[in-house]
């Protein structure tokens, strides 16, 4: 029998795709259960982990986030109130009422998340006997301008007003403090006044990132973007070269279930079949760059190897992203064995169609 260093390097070493998921395939009959996870960790710190991808590295632009339409609203909300000096209820509102989209500057002062100060219109509503502002309502008015009644736009005023003066949340419990207790609004209007007029410190910006986190709401606002990275060039490589396959989503659980009797939940992220409408393959697509949450998402491969096995040996593949699955122990090295070793990442993603069954299933879908 080989050693673990040999069976390693068999792997490693192997001419093609195929060759390896064999040697991968052989590694529980030559080798004590003992010996499975550092040999399959082995495998992926040398085989696999040089083909992920820093993508913490780039963020998707996003216009609502980026710097030109802050800067057209803010001038708008700056011009209304005379540079924050004009900043009475009535003021506000006026402000509110002519571009709702101001909201955005007013919100991003106060320091609140949309739905953090749709709950503080509730508050601020109350007692003039209106009604608070739905996240949606804020998200329209501060995305697109959605019109916004009298009524509405003055419970915005009151709101910011409330928050600017602390009056809106009493004080704080224990060893909390307010959010509001930050430079621009520590001493209320006046403060933002102050640095409206004269500038913020770059250790001061740099320190809102810091405490903040940095791309923290871009990131959090493009998180389905990010999502879809991996699936769209998978989607992509199987439309160029004529791969018959479903995507699948919430939409499609039943069907695919129907179809296939794929009954894992939900379903693999694709289904690809033959000419016969026979299920020949599923593959599953994860990206994080935070190691525990790789390690979260290790545990979905060994649901599905579970099925691939129950639908008689099915190839399960992979394809990854993010610099987590770094972490081999108990993330990647996990994967490799339960897909046999057939993990690509979008660095290496064409290889795949080397690999069984790819090779018999290009062009069966070409129109």
């Not at 990647?332 to 069954?357: H, I, K, S, Y």
């Given at each position: 029998?080989?050693?673990?260093?040999?069976?390693?390097?068999?792997?490693?070493?192997?001419?093609?795709?195929?060759?390896?998921?064999?040697?991968?395939?052989?590694?529980?009959?030559?080798?004590?259960?003992?010996?499975?996870?550092?040999i399959y960790a082995a495998i992926a710190r040398e085989a696999y982990v040089p083909h992920l991808a820093p993508d913490f590295a780039y963020i998707h632009e996003a216009p609502f986030y980026e710097r030109p339409y802050f800067e057209e609203v803010y001038k708008a909300a700056a011009e209304a109130t005379d540079d924050f000096r004009s900043v009475t209820v009535t003021n506000l509102k006026d402000a509110v009422m002519d571009d709702p989209r101001t909201l955005l500057v007013f919100r991003t002062i106060v320091g609140l998340t949309k739905e953090e100060f749709a709950h503080s219109t509730t508050l601020?509503?109350?007692?003039?006997d209106l009604?608070?502002?739905?996240?949606?309502?804020?998200?329209?008015?501060?995305?697109?301008?959605?019109?916004?009644?009298?009524d509405q736009a003055r419970v915005v005023a009151e709101t910011l007003s409330a928050v600017m003066a602390g009056t809106l949340f009493g004080d704080p419990p224990g060893d909390l403090k307010s959010k509001?207790?930050?430079?621009?609004?520590?001493?209320?209007?006046r403060a933002v006044q102050g640095f409206a007029s004269h500038g913020v410190p770059y250790s001061m910006l740099l320190h809102q990132r810091h405490y903040g986190g940095a791309f923290r709401q871009v990131l959090d606002a493009t998180s389905s973007k990010r999502g879809d990275l991996i699936e769209d060039a998978v989607e992509a490589l199987f439309k160029d070269n004529g791969i018959p396959y479903i995507r699948t989503g919430s939409h499609n659980q039943g069907d695919i279930e129907e179809r296939f009797e794929v009954r894992v939940t939900p379903a693999p992220d694709f289904v690809v079949f033959d000419d016969s409408d026979t299920l020949r393959a599923m593959l599953e697509c994860k990206g994080t760059n935070n190691g525990g949450t790789a390690r979260d998402k290790a545990l979905r491969f060994e649901r599905l190897r579970d099925e691939s096995i129950r639908l008689g040996g099915?190839?399960?593949?992979?394809?990854?992203?993010?610099?987590?699955?770094?972490?081999?122990?108990?993330?990647?090295?996990?994967?490799?064995?339960?897909?046999?070793?057939?993990?690509?990442?979008?660095?290496?993603?064409?290889?795949?169609?080397?690999?069984?069954?790819?090779?018999?299933?290009?062009?069966?879908?070409?129109?």
């Amino acid at each position: 029998m080989p050693s673990v260093s040999e069976s390693v390097s068999r792997v490693v070493e192997a001419e093609s795709w195929d060759q390896r998921v064999a040697r991968i395939r052989l590694i529980p009959q030559q080798h004590g259960t003992g010996e499975h996870p550092g040999i399959y960790a082995a495998i992926a710190r040398e085989a696999y982990v040089p083909h992920l991808a820093p993508d913490f590295a780039y963020i998707h632009e996003a216009p609502f986030y980026e710097r030109p339409y802050f800067e057209e609203v803010y001038k708008a909300a700056a011009e209304a109130t005379d540079d924050f000096r004009s900043v009475t209820v009535t003021n506000l509102k006026d402000a509110v009422m002519d571009d709702p989209r101001t909201l955005l500057v007013f919100r991003t002062i106060v320091g609140l998340t949309k739905e953090e100060f749709a709950h503080s219109t509730t508050l601020a509503a109350g007692p003039l006997d209106l009604s608070g502002l739905s996240a949606g309502k804020i998200d329209a008015m501060e995305r697109k301008g959605t019109a916004t009644t009298e009524d509405q736009a003055r419970v915005v005023a009151e709101t910011l007003s409330a928050v600017m003066a602390g009056t809106l949340f009493g004080d704080p419990p224990g060893d909390l403090k307010s959010k509001q207790d930050k430079p621009d609004t520590q001493g209320g209007w006046r403060a933002v006044q102050g640095f409206a007029s004269h500038g913020v410190p770059y250790s001061m910006l740099l320190h809102q990132r810091h405490y903040g986190g940095a791309f923290r709401q871009v990131l959090d606002a493009t998180s389905s973007k990010r999502g879809d990275l991996i699936e769209d060039a998978v989607e992509a490589l199987f439309k160029d070269n004529g791969i018959p396959y479903i995507r699948t989503g919430s939409h499609n659980q039943g069907d695919i279930e129907e179809r296939f009797e794929v009954r894992v939940t939900p379903a693999p992220d694709f289904v690809v079949f033959d000419d016969s409408d026979t299920l020949r393959a599923m593959l599953e697509c994860k990206g994080t760059n935070n190691g525990g949450t790789a390690r979260d998402k290790a545990l979905r491969f060994e649901r599905l190897r579970d099925e691939s096995i129950r639908l008689g040996g099915i190839p399960l593949l992979a394809v990854l992203g993010g610099i987590g699955w770094a972490r081999v122990n108990d993330t990647l090295g996990p994967v490799v064995r339960d897909t046999d070793g057939r993990v690509f990442t979008l660095a290496n993603l064409p290889e795949m169609l080397t690999v069984a069954p790819f090779p018999s299933l290009i062009g069966l879908a070409a129109d």
